[in-house]
């Protein structure tokens, strides 16, 4: 096996300001200080400084608040506790991040554009197909930019292969197989306690999860979808599945805890090897502002992190399989799964000449021409930043930067319009999953109209 660096590869944003000075910074309101809002999204804008200030921000926890006001030393007078005294409020800055829960995403970001902000909006957009469309045409009527945080496309492992579908590698693509392993203390902590564990209060989890992924897939094809079928239920965490002597809260004495992966304290406390434990940032951060040790004991006493696994009021899946039929003929399967050991997701792309394989949790690409030795692409020697979201989240704040201050396109961004085609398929998924897996065309269906 050869080992070889492919040329070109990454759309490269230069932090150098003596190539292209920058007129003004950015200035930044954050709208929900939530695990995006406030720990993501926040030290990004101030670790780039030079370029973006945050200049207001709005949440309805007051300890959220004063957190930002004190650690981003930002005026009294633009520090809000609620979305609708910020949104009452004068403009107080360029562009406006939307990080609050689901379903209010559509109502925040139409009056912010009413506002004249431009807008980075958290994903999903909505679960309601008529409240896309609303944002979309609102959009327009305002001409105000709004990017859809589908992080993935900025990331050094998606470009990559983008690029190398862009100059013809595998020829033309016939089949794409992709797999997000969601990882079971991921699961646990999101879609069974935590905030997206009920669809009815926020999105099906193939939308909320899974958008960036049928994003991604739509841009490595080139295509729109037209048909769906999907196939996935809640197999595993519910009551009858609990073991013998589990209690209700991890912490009350449960009776399985010495075998259970889910334990609350294994999780959030003891167990390093997930690398989550307390002190070490998400997830423990998204419900303790400082997980110390006594805070995070605390939280899974009182709060819904501590419940058992098998007696919480989740609904949304544990797994999922996805089939798409895209518009230029390329045939997709996809699969989410919640039993996995890490957070990860993989991917092979074949076509006429040749196939590439990637791994993104190990940063390489596999590229293998029809009849030639295969070729490693290691992205650990292209760039050293794989940082949130697999180096997504900064490469994303900038370029967005970029394209509001100085009207710059990288080969990542995307306007509205596109990124709903993605919620529009998952919307479809969900639907066909609800109705036993039947097919679901875009076009005849409300999805996509």
Known sequence: MKIRMMSGCLYQYSDNLEEEEMAEKMTVAILGLG????????PIIEQNAEKMELTAVADLMEEKVEEAKTRYHLKA??????????????????????????RDHVKHAVEAI????????????????????????????????????????????????????????????????????????HQAHSFV??????????????????????????????????????????????????????????VSGCGAKEDCPYDAEKIYITDKSTGVRH???????????????DAVREALEKGPYGRCVFHCDNDVVDHQVVNLQMEN?????????????????????????????????????????????????????????????????VRMVQQFCDYIMKGKESPSITDLGTSLESHYIALAAEKSRLDNGSMISLKESACGQ
């Open 35 to 42: 695990s995006r809002g406030l720990q993501v999204y926040a």
């Open 77 to 102: 007078e633009n520090c809000f506790y609620s979305a609708e005294e910020l949104l009452s409020a004068d403009r107080l800055a360029d562009v406006m991040f939307i990080c609050t829960q689901d």
């Open 114 to 185: 009413k506002k004249g902000y431009h807008l980075l909006l958290e994903k999903p957009v909505s679960p309601d197909e008529e409240e896309c469309r609303l944002l979309l045409e609102t959009a327009r009527e305002y001409q105000r930019k709004v990017c859809v945080c589908h992080v993935l496309r900025y990331t050094p492992f998606y470009s990559k292969i983008k690029e190398m579908l862009l100059d013809g590698a595998v020829g033309k693509v016939m089949n794409i197989q992709a797999r997000e392993d969601v990882g079971f203390f």
């Open 193 to 250: 306690r935590g905030n997206w564990r009920d669809s009815r209060e926020t999105s099906p989890m193939i939308l909320a999860k899974c958008c960036h992924d049928m994003d991604i897939l739509v841009w490595l094809s080139d295509s729109g979808c037209s048909r769906v079928s999907s196939f996935g239920e809640l197999s595993w965490f519910k009551e009858e599945n609990a073991p013998k002597g589990a209690a209700k809260r991890c």
């Open 279 to 293: 002190g070490a940032g998400w997830p423990a951060n998204t419900f303790v502002i400082h997980p110390t040790e």
């Open 329 to 393: 003929g390329i045939t997709v399967t996809f699969s989410m799964c919640a039993f996995s050991a890490t957070c990860n997701r993989t991917i092979k792309i074949m076509g006429t000449l040749g196939q590439i394989e990637g791994d993104m949790g190990k940063h390489m690409i596999y590229y293998t021409p029809f009849g030639k030795e295969t070729e490693e692409i290691d992205l650990t020697k292209l760039t050293e930043d794989f940082s949130g979201h697999g180096g997504g989240d």
